[in-house]
């Protein structure tokens, strides 16, 4: 391990601008129209390093399956999660499109059986931002052939090696 190169990574913040510039302030008047808070997502450098990667134990991200996850194959990733293990690793601009509330389609490698990956890519696997900021990964053909249940718990994390979320099932409830 001591010969691993660390993981250089910028972390994505909002800026919100809550003071309007003349030429904003000017044209809200001309208007009659109050100023609008707006946000940007903006890469600052972090004074600490990105979250350690411990490979015996990788999944920073852990789930339990619940009854509308099952039904919809959609998996709610929250803001701060999604931001701190995912987004850090992306380019600015992915982090963007996917800021902009449209869909990126990501790679997922089920390593649930570790001698037999499977790849989940293309239309059946996306990430996408929901109103209130969390996101959601859309994994249906996943999440049926894996055969997940209520109670199954499972564990995510972004491998910057490859680009790409690693899932595995962490434990299966029997009906």
């Not at 992306?90 to 037999?116: F, M, P, Q, R």
């Not at 900021?133 to 055969?147: A, E, P, Q, T």
């Not at 249940?149 to 009906?175: C, N, Q, T």
Request: proline share 6%.
């Amino acid at each position: 391990m001591s010969d691993q190169k660390p993981l250089l990574s910028l972390k994505k913040t909002f800026f919100y601008n809550f003071f309007p510039s003349k030429a904003e302030e000017e044209a809200c008047k001309l208007n009659n129209i109050p100023h609008v808070v707006t946000q940007e997502l903006i890469e600052i450098k972090d004074i600490y390093p990105p979250p350690k990667i411990d490979l015996e134990n990788p999944w920073q991200i852990k789930k339990r399956i619940t009854c509308d996850k099952v039904i919809v194959g959609k998996l709610i990733i929250p803001f701060l999660e999604t931001f701190e293990y995912i987004l850090r690793y992306w380019t600015s601009d992915e982090a963007k499109s996917l800021e902009n509330e449209c869909n990126v389609h990501v790679g997922v490698w089920d390593v649930t059986e570790e001698n037999i990956p499977k790849k989940y890519e293309g239309g059946s696997v996306c990430l996408r931002k929901l109103y209130n900021d969390d996101f959601y990964l859309s994994c249906i053909k996943l999440f049926k052939s894996r055969g997940l249940s209520v109670g199954d718990e499972i564990g995510l994390y972004w491998d910057p090696r490859s680009s790409s979320l690693m899932f595995k099932l962490l434990s299966h409830v029997r009906a």
